[in-house]
């Protein structure tokens, strides 16, 4: 289902992950929606650039998979945009590259894989809960969303650090949800499907990109999905 493009406007978006692929693609169609973005990446030097190419955005160099940086980001996100209605946790890791079984894989990439897709964005969750609360207090929709994998419901092979930390972050944010519905916060998992991205690349080199759909034509799909489970709910009947 197509939403018009004020459904977003003078929405206050942070996002993880966005100067490439599925992030940078949800940068572009949130500005156009007229939505306050402000995103974290991890290279500065991209962050600078996307942020120049996208007057208006906030970019915010950090590690969300750094447990020392979570209160940094979330207090830069909170500042550069005067508070948060929508956290989109899209920044994600493989764990090891190329992908292998789990028999031959470091703790070490594992940990990475459960630091990046899934305390990481326990960690900004929660300390980003209070900005959430205020968006309600205020009579703004307030929510989270996790980029999801249908690796996160299907056992691939050599996929099992990216596979067991999206499974993870899935039931994570099922129960986050059902512990902050009542508060008037959402959260949401869902899975954009197979994307012609640098991600997805580095996981099938050799997949066709004709076969997979470009990252803008999945966030439109996803942000209208959005609207419909998450904003039209909110919005009174009489104000729509």
């Known amino acids: 289902m197509n939403h018009p493009a004020p459904t977003f406007t003078g929405l206050r978006v942070a996002l993880t992950g966005g100067t490439s692929g599925l992030g940078l693609a949800l ?30 955005s906030h970019g915010i160099a950090g590690d969300v998979a750094d447990k020392q940086q979570t209160h940094p980001i979330a207090l830069q996100l909170s500042a550069a945009l005067g508070g948060i209605d929508l956290l989109i946790h899209n920044a994600s890791s493989l764990g090891p590259v190329p992908l292998r079984p789990l028999a031959d894989t470091e703790c070490e990439a ?21 900005a959430l609360a205020a968006s309600v207090r205020e009579g703004r929709p307030a929510a989270v969303l996790h980029i999801g994998s249908d690796a996160a419901l299907t056992p691939y092979a050599g996929w099992g650090a990216y596979g067991a930390s999206k499974a993870a972050a899935r039931h994570l944010a099922a129960i986050w949800d059902a512990e902050l519905a009542a508060s008037g916060i959402r959260v949401f998992e ?7 991205t640098p991600l997805h690349a580095l996981a099938v080199p050799d997949a066709d990109p004709a076969t997979l759909q470009p990252p803008a034509r999945a966030a439109e799909a996803l942000l209208g999905w959005l609207a ?13």
């Open 27 to 56: 940068l572009q169609a949130l500005r156009q929606r007229g939505a306050e973005l402000a995103f974290v990446a991890r290279t500065a030097a991209q962050v600078a650039r996307v942020a120049a190419a996208h007057p208006g």
């Open 110 to 130: 594992l940990e990475l894989a459960l630091a990046t897709n899934l305390l990481g964005p326990f960690r900004l969750t929660r300390a980003l809960l209070g």
């Open 190 to 196: 869902r899975d954009p499907g197979d994307m012609d």
């Open 228 to 240: 419909e489970a998450w904003l039209a709910p909110a919005v009174p009947e009489a104000t729509r």
